[in-house]
């Protein structure tokens, strides 16, 4: 049986998608990945896995005339590839791929991997957003939310309904690779780091403005933030790094290692499908500082493994920040160990590839059950 994933990058596909892609293939299952190209193509195909280079998917673009090139390179590569089944992640191989295999009549499963600031923000944008998921997802054979409210949100939307979808826990954790990792013994210099994309969506601008407020009281403590530019933010980050107020890192490889020095992590998005950094920081036994909106608040206990504040709330912020340095280091590692207890008993990345194992038997068997029928 052949499996195809449609998916807008590489980078995301091999850091959550992995463990799924690697079952699959011990099952005997044949993958094929279209993706648009990156740096972890290699690595892709090396665990078995055919590629299809998209080059005609752009992330963020709003060009009618390149959309409409990229659904008819999903019917061009779903009639030549015919698999027998088809997972897609993101909004536009959610919609765009959706379409494609409705038209030619193949299953397929669609994760919401969040909302995203398209449909969050009013607008033109929402309704297109909203009105390609209706058509793309309509004859999905089944739809993956990430949290309740995303699904509820949909739902009352009527572009998905609750029979036809499910709850998973994110995209999980691996909680080998991100195993548990000795809290730093020293209580001062504390090093508090966020990871992901620099925009105004992340909470960049309250990040900035409560790292410049505790640094007046608490000169030692260091801000850093690891990830790359999603909009023009670079003289900004110049400006507050001159200050040293903030330590820039470009995106990384691999987080584990500046998880693990870290003493919290603060992540101040305003809208998550669900947060890899909240699990990662968690499964490694790091105590979290997070906004309370959904995608963000499953992941984490407010008072037991993190604290939370009110996203867009920069105030709110610093005093999270200050209430977490009044702490005692031991106060904090126990926060982090129980992040840690958390992750492995809710989180646990086995928990969402077993679901999509089930999904894709059940879909297959029943189309097996319908091609026999139809024989007879």
């Not at 548990?180 to 090093?191: D, I, L, N, Q």
Request: glycine residues 8%.
């Amino acid at each position: 049986m052949k499996v195809l994933i449609l998916t807008n990058d590489c980078t995301g596909l091999i850091k959550f998608r992995r463990e799924l892609i690697e079952r699959l293939i011990e099952e005997d299952y044949k993958v094929q990945v279209s993706v648009p190209e990156g740096i972890f193509i290699e690595e892709i195909k090396s665990i078995g896995c055919k590629v299809a280079l998209n080059c005609y998917l752009e992330r963020r673009g709003t060009s009618i005339k390149k959309d409409w090139k990229l659904i008819r390179y999903y019917v061009r590569l779903l009639k030549r590839e015919k698999p027998d089944i088809v997972l897609t992640y993101t909004i536009k191989p959610n919609a765009y791929g959706g379409i494609a295999c409705s038209l030619l009549g193949i299953p397929y499963i669609a994760n919401i991997t969040g909302l995203g600031t398209s449909i969050k923000n009013k607008g033109s944008l929402r309704f297109v957003a909203l009105l390609l998921y209706r058509i793309g997802l309509k004859k999905a054979a089944k739809v993956f939310f990430q949290n309740r409210e995303n699904q509820e949100y949909m739902d009352k939307k009527h572009i998905v309904t609750k029979k036809q979808s499910d709850i998973i826990p994110g995209s999980g954790v691996n909680i080998d690779k991100h195993c548990y990792e000795p809290y730093p013994k020293a209580k001062f210099p504390v090093v508090f780091t966020t990871v992901g994309r620099i925009m105004k969506d992340k909470g960049i601008h309250e990040i900035l403005e409560a790292a410049e407020k505790t640094k007046k009281k608490y000169p030692d403590t260091v801000f850093r933030l690891i990830g790359d530019f999603d909009e023009n933010y670079g003289e900004t980050i110049q400006k507050y790094e001159r200050k040293n107020i903030i330590t820039y890192i470009p995106q990384q490889p691999d987080i584990h290692p500046y998880i693990a020095e870290s003493h919290a992590i603060i992540h101040a998005s305003y809208h998550e499908g669900m947060s890899n950094v909240l699990l990662e920081a968690a499964a490694t036994g790091r105590p979290v500082i997070a906004t309370d909106v959904h995608g963000c608040i499953e992941a984490f206990e407010p008072e037991v493994t993190g604290i939370a504040f009110q996203a867009g709330d920069a105030l709110g912020l610093s005093i999270a920040i200050e209430k977490f340095l009044a702490m005692s280091n031991g106060e904090r590692e126990a926060m982090g160990k129980a992040g840690r207890e958390k992750m492995e008993k809710e989180f646990n990345r086995d928990i969402v590839v077993g679901k999509y194992m089930a999904e894709i038997e059940r879909i297959l068997k029943k189309g097996r059950h319908y091609h026999n029928y139809n024989e007879q």
